[in-house]
């Protein structure tokens, strides 16, 4: 059944860090569901799908993920003095229930949550200008590039991504790209409290997938690319499958912004229920880059082009490469939707950096450096091929690979730099239970296959040390495999490394014994 709108509020509601008072009913209400025990006309404290987070009063929706049941725990959430609990048909519930717990019964708790908790936070999306952003790359640049340009013109905007969740000068580390539901709600409410305007999020397929982003419209939704990534177990059973959950974006939002160049886009938007602009380098896009010219400067590397269509304008970007152009119209394209000023995109474009994401860490004028997030075969390809676009004197590739993960992917990376790299410096990423050499030892049969020559160093601040001194003017070295991340993890520990603060000691260490940038 559909419940009815709920009664008064018993008490004023503050959900963000303090204990609430509110009727079930309330949360209930954009449900299509049952209750099969007691009532929904009671007061509840608090929503969690976590059960260590109950405490009495507490609603405990129950999640059927890839590894736990949520149900499981009910006797437990009852033992913590739960007041209702959310379950899932078909999911045998435990008949001895107490009968002063609420027991409602859903389709989809993965679903209920995501309504329940926009419920519980007071629907905070509609207080926000909301951006969500999907694509199996360029998602987290593009995040960047939009909220540094509309904070530039004072629209206060949060930010929820791969790297992290802002709002305001808090700054959370990620755990998911697109967080659960709860999350989201609670950081939109957040942001609405700050005094945020808008919001830009990443928008992942598994997100899209198990109902993350359910109930929300956003008011712009956008497409970068698809390629096959995250197919097989716990992630996606098919190519197909993968492009219909990137494609519910366009049923969920008022504005579609899609990439015109990208061979899936028909596909993308053919259901869409919203009005679609697009943008791209062919003349076909709305908004359109012509006259691409890329600049190798000591120390730096870029690119500039001339926007035309919906938006004219110079374009200058302190960072490589065709995607570079493509996440830049991307952001113009969004932007563009604010009226900003063009003087100021113009400036925030240029100075955009996004930690571990092509990131140019200066450190001398003879050579570039740099940090990527690539580690994967397929990500390795595409920036070491950008890269070779600018003619450097030599292409240096510092990377490793993870432990307790697929050898596949060490034997095609390995491949991969071998052909691409004039050197690769092969490293420690992530070794976790494995041993650092054995890891080593896989990513050197990859380089085999090609005649790309190699250094092996485990230790990744001694292989930096090597990059660094043994730099010749007019390289390009790419340290590539950790990008934003700032551990290292080794028999499950994870230890603090920051490939910047690496680099820095390096530095310091050197021109202690004379070197000089």
């Keep these: 059944m559909l419940l009815s709108e709920c009664g008064e509020r018993a008490v004023a509601i503050n959900r963000l860090g303090m204990e609430v008072s509110m009727k079930l009913s309330e949360l209930l209400q954009k449900l299509d569901c049952a209750v099969i025990q007691n009532t929904a006309e009671r007061e509840i404290k608090g929503l969690t799908s976590d059960s260590r987070k109950v405490s009495e009063g507490y609603v405990f929706v129950c999640i059927v993920g890839a590894v736990s049941d949520g149900h499981k725990y009910i006797s ?72 540094n340009v509309l904070d530039a013109c004072g629209i206060k905007t949060g930010l929820i991504g791969t790297i992290e969740t802002i709002i305001g000068d808090e700054h959370t580390p990620a755990c998911n790209t697109t967080p659960e539901s709860y999350a989201i709600h609670e950081s939109f409410a957040k942001m609405a409290d700050a005094g945020c305007r808008a919001v830009v999020m990443e928008v992942s397929s598994q997100g899209l997938k198990l109902d993350r982003t359910a109930g929300i419209m956003f008011d712009i939704g956008v497409f970068t690319n698809l390629e096959p990534d995250h197919i097989g177990p716990d992630e996606h059973a098919s190519f197909e499958e993968y492009l219909e959950c990137k494609a519910k974006l366009f049923s969920q939002c008022r504005v ?39 600049f190798h400067e000591p120390g730096k590397i870029g690119l500039s082009y001339d926007c035309t269509g919906l938006v004219n304008m110079p374009v200058t970007l302190k960072l490589p490469g065709k995607f570079s152009v493509y996440n830049s119209l991307c952001a113009i394209a969004v932007t563009r939707h604010f009226n900003v000023d063009l003087d100021i995109l113009e400036k925030m474009l240029y100075e955009v950096k996004v930690k571990g994401r092509i990131e140019i860490v200066n450190v001398s004028d003879r050579f570039t450096l740099m940090i990527d997030y690539a580690h994967n075969a397929m990500a ?14 030599r292409l240096v590739c510092l990377f490793g690979c993870g432990g307790n993960r697929s050898k596949e992917r060490r034997f095609e990376m390995g491949e991969v730099s071998g052909k691409l790299a004039d050197l690769t410096i092969i490293t420690s990423d992530n070794p976790r239970f494995e041993e650092p050499l054995d890891i080593i030892a896989d990513i050197q049969k990859g380089i085999a296959k090609t005649s790309g020559r190699h250094v092996d160093i485990a230790d990744r601040k001694e292989a930096i040390r090597y990059a660094i001194e043994n730099a010749e003017d007019g390289d390009i070295i790419v340290l590539a495999g950790k990008g934003h991340e700032d551990y290292q993890e080794i028999k499950g520990v994870k230890y603090p490394m920051d490939e910047r603060v690496l680099i820095k000691e390096v530095v310091a260490e050197l021109e202690e014994k004379g070197w000089r940038p």
């Design 380 to 393: 390795l390809e595409s920036i070491l091929e950008t890269l070779k676009e600018y003619r450097p004197h």
């Design 76 to 147: 437990q959430v009852i033992e913590r003095k739960a007041a209702a609990v959310i379950v899932q048909e078909g999911s045998g519930v435990p008949d001895n229930i107490p009968d002063d717990v609420t027991v409602v019964c859903v389709k989809n708790t993965r679903l209920a949550l995501a309504l329940m908790s926009a419920e519980y936070f007071k629907r905070p999306a509609e207080k926000l200008f909301t951006i969500g952003i999907t694509g199996t790359k360029g998602k987290t640049t593009t995040t960047y590039m939009v909220k």
């Design 256 to 294: 579609g912004i899609v990439n015109a160049d990208d061979a899936h886009t028909p596909e993308i938007i053919k259901n869409a229920s919203c009005s679609v602009e697009s943008y791209g380098i062919s003349s076909d896009a709305d908004i359109r880059a012509e006259n691409i010219k890329l």
